[in-house]
């Protein structure tokens, strides 16, 4: 553990793109996340190498906690 400066802890903080797909963004490195939420309560799915991996984590937690895959 080590303490950063501010533009390394800008470097490392997640980029908040969508990519046409709520609840999908993308880290410094180039991986993406899938985070959903619900209720003011928010989770993250996973870490995931393609975009598509995510976008079906994302559509599979939409099902489970919605009844349905938002648009």
């Given amino acids: 553990c080590r ?3 501010p533009t390394e802890q800008a470097f490392n903080q997640k980029i908040r793109n969508t990519y046409g797909k709520s609840g999908i963004g993308r880290y410094a490195n180039g ?15 996973g870490r995931f190498k393609t975009l598509e991996e995510a976008i079906e984590i994302r559509e599979l937690a939409e ?9």
Wanted: no cysteine.
């Fill in 63 to 71: 099902l489970e906690l919605y009844g349905h895959i938002k648009s």
């Fill in 31 to 45: 991986d993406y996340k899938a985070t959903i939420s619900k209720g003011g309560k928010s989770w993250l799915l």
């Fill in 3 to 5: 303490w950063a400066t």
